[in-house]
């Protein structure tokens, strides 16, 4: 069963970035056929631990996936390093984090104590859900983070390709997500986030969701790609359950660039230790075996990319 803390979050983040149409999709705009359904297949959490990195390594060798975000605090992430400098092709993000979530196993700020201050529990690690960052993160400590997550990846040798958020915490206050998209715009690497138009901010109002004219302005302004659509996988009570979720939002996509998140894992008592949802992540690997999983990616009108291509589609239009 899916805590209520992760209920809470992925409730919020969709409600923050689900999509309608616009008049223009970012397919049509990054140059792709009218109506095309443009697909990135994201895998979130590379770096967590070996089983994750290993479950992204076997999806990566079998064609399937091309595109990942790694955690800078997290205690694998320098084997995710390693790994991602063996396979420069591969579209390889950052996962700016301020949540270290997992009970019995809790990471470290990566900038110093002194800077973190706001941003730690009373063990000293990141705080465990995104209420918590809400309430106590003071803007100016997330900054000083987030930018030595990426000193970290730079100074390892990983260069990311893309920007996206743990748990969605940068998208729950609108001074985070103003941040996030500035760090996004001066690095030149595009962070994950959905056009958000006016028309669709009346609608998040319509329904309670409060979205101040301030982030529709920011999101406006906001100069590089972004995506029409952002799908994660649902939780499931069995295999074939997670098969049919998936098969449903394969079936079922609009045309513009949609990115599917998922957290695939291979099996193993660390795992199992480590997460209480292992058996989501589990089952979010084997999923990709399916043979109708990958016809339903073959369908006509499914074209797979990553976002090296997509930046690269975009500057080639735009002339940087």
């Not at 748990?167 to 690497?189: F, N, S």
């Not at 006016?198 to 329904?207: L, N």
Request: glycine share 4%; aromatic share 6%.
């Amino acid at each position: 069963m899916v805590s209520y803390l992760k209920t809470h979050c992925i409730r919020a983040f969709i409600a923050l970035v689900a999509s309608t149409a616009v008049a223009e999709s970012w397919s049509e705009r990054l140059g792709y056929p009218p109506n095309a359904k443009v697909v990135v297949l994201h895998a979130h959490d590379l770096g967590l631990c070996f089983e994750s990195n290993q479950a992204i390594a076997e999806l990566a060798d079998a064609g399937v996936l091309r595109s990942a975000s790694a955690l800078a605090p997290a205690p694998w992430f320098a084997d995710a390093v390693e790994w991602a400098k063996s396979h420069p092709q591969l579209d390889i993000g950052l996962q700016l984090a301020l949540n270290s979530e997992h009970p019995r196993y809790r990471w470290r700020p990566v900038a110093a104590d002194s800077l973190t201050t706001s941003l730690v529990d009373a063990d000293g690690a990141l705080w465990r859900n995104v209420i918590q960052v809400m309430v106590s993160a003071e803007a100016e400590q997330v900054e000083s983070e987030l930018r030595m997550q990426l000193l970290r990846a730079e100074r390892m040798g990983l260069r990311p390709t893309h920007l996206t958020t743990h748990l969605g915490a940068l998208l729950m206050r609108e001074d985070l997500t103003q941040l996030y998209l500035r760090i996004a715009r001066e690095q030149w690497t595009p962070a994950v986030v959905v056009e958000l138009t006016p028309e669709m901010a009346v609608e998040f109002r319509q329904d309670g969701f409060p979205v101040p004219d301030s982030l529709v302005e920011t999101l406006a302004a906001y100069p590089l790609p972004m995506v029409n659509q952002l799908q994660i996988l649902r939780p499931s009570k069995s295999l074939e359950e997670k098969t049919e979720l998936l098969l449903e939002v394969l079936n079922q996509l609009s045309s513009g660039v949609t990115q599917i998140a998922f957290r695939p894992a291979i099996d193993s008592p660390a795992l199992r230790a480590l997460d209480e949802d292992w058996q989501q992540r589990v089952w979010e690997r084997m999923v990709w075996d399916n043979p109708q999983v990958r016809a339903a990616l073959k369908a006509e009108g499914v074209v797979l990319t990553d976002w090296i291509e997509i930046m690269s589609r975009f500057e080639g239009r735009h002339g940087r």
